[in-house]
């Protein structure tokens, strides 16, 4: 699976059997904060929405901006990868939610 990287819609994303997932981000606040994440059903499972995380999160490191999640998507894969020291966003209004 090839995550690839459109900056000027701030996105990040992966076209699979004839679907796109994506990842959609802002910059904000000395970081980067993912908003919203879409994995189209018939391509679910295949751990796409987290290889499309992480890529964000990388890309954020190594410009030197810190992780944060508005998406709840986000929101949980940040809990579960604690090295990234991510913060939720004060936009975050609770599970399955994201910002649009």
Do not use: N
Not at 38 to 58: C, F, H, N
Not at 78 to 85: A, D, F, N, T
């Amino acid at each position: 699976m090839e995550v690839k990287h459109d900056e000027s819609r701030q996105e990040f994303y992966v076209e699979l059997e004839g679907h796109r997932a994506h990842v959609s981000y802002k910059i904000h606040d000395e970081g980067l904060d993912i908003r919203h994440t879409i994995v189209p059903e018939a391509i679910g499972g295949k751990g796409i929405a987290s290889a499309l995380v992480q890529a964000a999160y990388d890309y954020g490191r190594c410009k030197g901006l810190k992780a944060i999640a508005t998406c709840s998507y986000a929101v949980i894969w940040l809990q579960r990868h604690p090295e990234y020291q991510g913060e939720v966003s004060s936009d975050y209004i609770g599970k399955g939610s994201c910002a649009l």
